[in-house]
C-alpha cells in the first residue's frame, strides 16, 4: 500500500477525514476572490456559504453537475470558463480531454492541485506493486490530452525511474524498452496490445522482458477478463487497471487482489446513484468529488460510468469501497439493437477470447427503425471463416443476439496509441 494509515481507516473515521478535507475545498470556494462556478451553482440550491453544509443530509443538496455544464461554461466564457478559485496567473498547467465523448474541455492546475494529481497517482502505481527499484515505461505522446502526465509525474514522485515514450513510434518504443530494461508500462488497453502485434512482427519476443507489470487507463479493457488475459498471455506480466478523468483527477486502481477497482476516497467522495431516479443504488452511475484539486474542482459529477459496488470486503485489508469489474461501460456508450441494451465492453469481452482475432471494429447502421451491428474482425492464423462462425455464435450466446461477423482484411482496421473507438456508425 502507497499509505496503509489512510487505506485501512474504518469507515466513521474515513467520513470523517472526507468532511475535514470538504470543508476546506469549500472554505477555498467562497474566499475571495472564490469560485463563481460554483457558488453560482449552489446559490439555485439555497448554499451561500460554507456555513449552510453542517452535515452529509446537507451535502446532499448541492445539485449533481454534469459535463454539459462545464461545456455550456467554457463557451459562455472562454477559453477556461468560470471554475477558477484563484486568479488565471496561480495556474501552472492546461490539459484538454481527447473529446471523445463529445465538446472537449480545456483545465487548468495550480502547483497544488498538479502535485494533487501526482499524488493520487503514487496510489495507482504502489497498488500495482510498482515502486522505487522499477523503470516505468510510458509510450504517450505527451500533448494536451493529460493521458498519462500525472502518471509520469507519479512514478518520478514514487521514487521510480520514469522513462517518456514521446516522440517514437511502436519499433522504436519497444527497442527503447530493451535497451533501457523496462519493468514496468503503462498505457492504454489496446495500444498494450499493438505493441504485442508490432513485437511479433519484428520478431520480439516481448514476454522475454523485464516487464513484470502493466498499467492501463482511458478504457475499460484492462477491467474486461478475457482482455486482461490476452495482455498478460503476451507481457508474461500481470495487466492492473485505473480510472481516472480529466476534469476529475485519478481516482481509482487496482490492488494485489484484483477484484475490482478501489475507489481512493481518502481523495474522492464517491456517490453511485439510479441514473433515472437519482437514488442510491448498488449498480448505477458513478458520481464523483474531488477533494483536493481546489484549483479547479468538481464536485458531485455525473461520470457517466455504469459501476457495480461490491458488497465484501476486499482480501488485500483496504476499506475503500469497490467498484466490481472495474467500469462495466459508458452511459452514453450503450447500444440498442432490437430492443436489447448492449454495451461495447460485452462485445470485446466476448471478441477478445479468441486468439486469432487481431483487431475488431462494431459497424452499427440503421435498417429500418431499428439499430443493427455487424462485428469486423481481422483474423490472424487459421480458419477466417471458421473464426467468425465461432464468434458469431459466442456472440449469440453472450448476448442474446445474433450479430453478421465479417473478415476485414489484415491491418486494415485503426490500432490506437489513446482511447480506442470501435463502435462506429455508418
Known amino acids: 500500500m502507497f499509505d496503509r494509515a489512510l487505506e485501512t481507516l474504518d469507515p466513521a473515521r474515513l467520513r470523517e477525514h472526507q468532511w475535514r478535507r470538504l470543508r476546506a475545498l469549500l472554505d477555498a470556494i467562497y474566499a475571495a476572490p472564490g469560485n463563481a462556478f460554483w457558488r453560482a451553482a449552489w446559490a439555485r440550491a439555497g448554499v451561500s456559504a460554507p456555513g449552510d453544509l453542517k452535515t452529509w443530509d446537507d451535502f446532499q443538496r448541492l445539485p449533481l453537475s454534469r459535463k454539459s455544464d462545464v461545456v455550456e461554461d467554457q463557451v459562455a466564457h472562454p477559453p477556461f470558463g468560470s471554475n477558477l478559485t484563484y486568479p488565471l496567473e496561480r495556474y501552472v498547467r492546461v490539459h484538454q480531454t481527447s473529446g471523445s465523448t463529445g465538446a472537449p474541455l480545456r483545465w487548468l492546475d495550480t502547483q497544488a492541485s498538479w502535485d494533487w494529481w501526482t499524488h493520487c497517482w503514487r496510489f495507482v502505481l504502489a497498488g500495482a506493486g510498482l515502486g522505487p527499484a522499477d523503470r516505468i515505461y510510458f509510450p504517450f505522446s505527451f500533448g494536451l490530452f493529460i493521458g498519462f502526465w500525472a502518471g509520469f509525474e507519479g512514478a518520478r514522485a514514487l521514487g521510480a525511474l520514469a522513462i517518456p515514450g514521446g516522440g517514437a513510434d511502436s519499433p522504436a518504443r519497444l527497442a527503447a524498452m530493451q535497451a533501457l530494461g523496462a519493468t514496468a508500462l503503462v498505457c492504454t488497453p489496446s495500444y498494450a496490445l499493438h505493441l504485442a502485434e508490432t513485437g511479433r512482427e519484428r520478431g520480439i519476443d516481448i514476454a522475454a522482458l523485464p516487464v513484470r507489470a502493466t498499467v492501463h487507463a482511458g478504457e475499460p479493457g484492462a477491467g474486461i477478463p478475457a482482455v486482461r488475459a ?10 492492473f487497471d485505473h480510472a481516472g478523468m480529466t476534469e476529475m483527477g485519478a481516482y481509482g486502481y487496482e490492488c494485489a ?3 475490482g477497482l478501489h475507489v481512493n476516497e481518502s481523495e ?10 437519482g437514488a442510491p443504488a448498488r449498480e448505477g452511475e458513478l458520481v464523483l468529488t474531488n477533494l483536493g484539486r481546489l484549483g479547479s474542482p468538481v464536485i458531485r459529477y455525473r461520470t457517466g460510468d455504469r459501476v457495480r459496488l461490491a458488497d465484501a470486503p476486499c482480501a488485500c485489508g483496504r476499506t475503500f469501497r469497490r467498484l466490481e469489474g472495474g467500469i462495466l461501460g459508458r452511459l452514453d456508450d450503450m447500444l440498442i439493437l432490437r430492443g436489447v441494451n448492449v454495451f461495447p465492453s460485452a462485445v470485446e469481452d466476448i471478441v477478445r477470447r479468441f486468439a486469432a482475432v487481431e483487431e475488431f471494429q462494431v459497424e452499427v447502421f440503421r435498417a429500418g427503425e431499428l439499430d443493427e451491428a455487424r462485428i469486423l474482425v481481422e483474423v490472424g492464423a487459421g480458419d477466417g471463416a471458421g473464426v467468425c462462425a465461432a464468434l ?7 448476448l442474446g443476439l445474433r450479430l453478421q461477423v465479417s473478415q476485414a482484411p489484415p491491418r486494415s482496421l485503426p490500432r490506437f496509441e489513446l482511447k480506442a473507438r470501435r463502435v462506429v456508425r455508418r
Do not use: N
Request: a negative charge; glycine letters at 6%; charged letters at 25%.
Open 257 to 259: 487482489t484484483q477484484a
Open 268 to 277: 474522492f467522495i464517491a456517490e453511485v446513484l439510479d441514473p433515472t431516479t
Open 392 to 398: 458469431q455464435e459466442a456472440l449469440r450466446a453472450g
Open 230 to 239: 490476452r495482455i498478460e498471455a503476451h507481457w508474461g506480466a500481470r495487466a
